[in-house]
């Protein structure tokens, strides 16, 4: 390069992206010298509150973790303890389950999509600039992100930190007619997320290609949320107990952060990462909504991510709609456990990709040690390995603003949730 | 702020999990309601981003735990007309406030393979600890109701939301029938504040206490009913030690149930 540069950009707060993190780009002669994506939320010690704690208080707890998407962490912490004692909550749980999940989808990607996302694609600084030229776009989108926040509300009471699980299934069946009123709000919803996915697929977003390896979950016949196993594009598929054997936390100095590696790569999860692996198990109406709209599945440019949201919207609320036309009462919302000593792992799609738990638990069903792997510190050197390629390939001669505006989109592209990130420590003490 | 200047409104989060500023985020029409109300200038959530800015309302989620979150709430204080604390962990600690029973120089030394940039406070404590606030909001999470109230209070001089009554209360003005009595669980709900509107005992469960103590409340005599339910002391410290385990009516009541 001829013209010689010496940048250092640093953001220090990253805006629209949940939590707190910052950037630390230093561009020498030319080439990036440092990129660093800094953590720099305190650590909540969660995985060490937990122990001592009872099997009953773990939902509860791990719920805070993050309000964005405390129906995943509820529900990868019932699974894995459900597995511990060997319990098996049937059918009419396990459907309830996917529709709290169908819920949190909606509401995350939907607020993601409208107030996170799109101002960056649209040339807005926020969804309130972006609301007066898009008003009927950005109402639809508040609509969706409502209807989310409703499915989670009817089985939990409300949408942040929600109340009605526990191990075993649910404390609270709906009342029918609370389903009946439901009803046709998401069959209206699901009209206006095929809506959405036809405008999402119109906008025009930067054409990146990159080479990255995809996780997510894997069922025989679902599109993945709650059970499978795990998948990568390469060709991995083992058991979430194995997790271990492939996938290993490291401390990044730069960051409060534990970065997740794959055989010692950085690797991605979340939507894209799903619908790369898992388009097939899409339903048909997606499917056909995704062939007229000429949007590809598998994809390797990152801000597919958008689209991929968009299509998990479209999905949940078809899912939805089903389970809640085949809803049924039960007096019973929940079989009973019995507690008993051993190991036991959960493994579900949050929002923002694959979120993994091990518990250890005694006789007495009280925690003996947790672990969380949460998505942010699985996507976090995807991120970083994002940025250097998109800023390069964008053109290091951009001005700082310019430069500055697309490493922000990248980061927000993976609707990091940094609070969630931060949380996870494994510890081992040793006194003397 | 000068007359007809629109009121300027920052929401700040300290050590949090993001949850009580989605009572903005999720209120959908409202929110777009209130940004045309007032001037959000600095909400890093949601977009803008100026954390410095003088504001006349400052909502802060999240409590202290780090040496630069102690500098950076004093900053907004000083910056800031009122200051609303939003939440459990703003106004009690949170469930993070833990760490205070806990040893955390010996996690942190012990996980992280470069702790010097691991900068951390032993207590998670709350905004009041540090700082004056004009008005706390109780609540894992806070509720949209509560945070419109908030601002129509400060800025209309409409009365804040009451919410000094108990759980308890709330249940029989919902015809709840009661968990405890019925169902032998061990609700905090005589304890608790109200403002939820009693959502686990309408849902057939026993309150954890998410919206903290309530004034006046017989934390002893609810100590002893738990035991009377079959709660060994452990268990009932630890009921006191949930959500708003830092709140000092909780703090006092689990040690009357034994030390860490
Ligand atoms: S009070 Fe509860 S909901 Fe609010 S930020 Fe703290 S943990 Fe999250
Ligand atoms: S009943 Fe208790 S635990 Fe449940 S939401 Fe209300 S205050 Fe929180």
């Known amino acids: 390069m001829s013209e010689q540069r010496d940048i250092r950009i640093r953001v220090p707060v990253l805006a629209r992206v949940e939590g707190e993190g910052a950037l630390n780009l230093t561009i020498h002669d030319g080439d990036i010298e440092q990129l660093q994506l800094q953590i720099y939320e305190p650590p909540r010690y969660f995985e060490k509150f937990l122990e001592g704690r009872s099997y009953t208080e773990v939902p509860d707890m791990v719920a805070r973790i993050c309000g964005i998407c405390p129906v995943a962490y509820q529900m990868s912490a019932v699974h894995a303890i459900e597995q511990a004692f060997g319990v098996d909550p049937g059918p009419w749980v396990r459907d309830m389950r996917r529709l709290l999940y169908c819920g949190e989808w909606i509401q995350s990607h939907a607020l993601h999509i409208h107030l996170l996302a799109l101002p960056d694609f649209l040339g807005f600084d926020s969804v309130t600039g972006m609301a007066a030229e898009h008003a009927e776009e950005v109402r639809r989108g508040l609509r969706l992100q409502q209807l989310g926040n409703d499915i989670i509300a009817l089985l939990g009471a409300r949408s942040v930190h929600p109340v009605g699980s526990r191990v075993g299934g649910f404390h609270h069946a709906p009342d029918q007619a609370a389903v009946d009123a439901l009803l046709p709000r998401v069959a209206r919803g699901v009209e206006e997320a095929a809506a959405l996915l036809r405008w999402c697929a119109g906008i025009a977003l930067p054409d990146d290609h990159q080479a990255f390896t995809s996780v997510a979950l894997r069922h025989p016949a679902e599109y993945p949320m709650n059970r499978g196993r795990l998948v990568a594009s390469d060709g991995l598929d083992i058991d979430i107990a194995d997790f271990d054997d492939h996938f290993e936390e490291q401390h990044v100095p730069h960051s409060t952060a534990l970065h997740a590696r794959y055989h010692d790569r950085p690797y991605l999860v979340g939507p894209l990462a799903r619908i790369n692996l898992d388009a097939d198990r899409l339903r048909p109406e997606v499917r056909q909504l995704l062939v007229e709209t000429g949007v590809r599945f598998p994809s390797d440019n990152m801000f597919h991510s958008l689209l991929a949201r968009a299509v998990e919207i479209h999905e949940s609320l078809l899912e939805a709609r089903d389970l809640l036309a085949a809803y049924r009462h039960t007096d019973r919302p929940w079989v009973p456990v019995t507690p008993r000593a051993g190991v036991g792992f959960g493994c579900t799609e949050a929002p923002r990709g694959v979120l993994w738990h091990r518990y250890e638990l005694d006789e007495a069903g009280r925690v003996v040690t947790a672990r969380i792997v949460p998505p942010t510190s699985q996507n976090q050197g995807r991120i970083e390995q994002d940025l250097r390629d998109s800023l390069l390939a964008f053109g290091l001669d951009h001005d700082d603003a310019a430069l500055r505006l697309r490493a922000e989109t990248v980061i927000r592209n993976y609707d990091p949730c940094i609070s969630c990130a931060t949380h996870f420590l494994r510890l081992e003490v040793e006194r003397r | ?260």
């Not at chain 2, 951390?120 to 945070?147: F, M, T, Y």
């Open chain 2, 1 to 260: 702020m000068t007359a007809d200047a629109k009121p300027r409104v920052a929401v700040h989060k300290f050590s949090s999990c993001d949850g009580c500023q989605l009572a903005f985020l999720n209120a959908g029409e409202a929110l777009l309601e209130l940004a045309g109300l007032v001037d959000i200038v600095h909400f890093a959530e949601a977009g803008p981003v100026d954390p410095a800015a003088v504001v006349d309302i400052a909502f802060v989620e999240g409590s202290i735990s780090t040496p630069e979150e102690r500098e950076r709430i004093a900053a907004v204080r000083a910056n800031s007309r009122y200051l609303v604390t939003l939440g459990a962990c703003a106004t009690s600690g949170g469930l993070q406030a833990l760490r205070g029973l806990a040893d955390v120089n010996d996690w942190t030394e012990a996980i992280y393979a470069s702790p010097e940039y691991i900068h951390s406070l032993a207590e998670a404590s709350p905004i009041a600890d540090h700082v004056k606030v004009d008005l706390q909001l109780w609540g894992c999470p806070v509720n949209g109701r509560q945070v419109l109230a908030a601002v129509a209070s400060l800025l209309q001089g409409v009365p804040p939301v009451d919410d000094r009554g108990k759980v308890c209360q709330q249940c029989k003005r919902e015809q709840a029938v009661c968990v405890m009595v019925t169902q032998g669980l061990p609700c905090m709900g005589p304890v608790t504040r109200t403002g939820c509107g009693a959502l686990c005992p309408r849902f057939g469960r026993d309150c954890y206490a998410c919206f903290g103590p309530a004034e006046n409340s017989n934390t002893t005599a609810l100590g002893r009913r738990l035991e009377g339910l079959g709660l060994p002391p452990e268990a009932i410290r630890r009921r006191f030690l949930f959500i708003s385990n830092g709140a000092p009516e909780f703090r006092a009541a689990a040690a009357q149930w034994g030390e860490e």
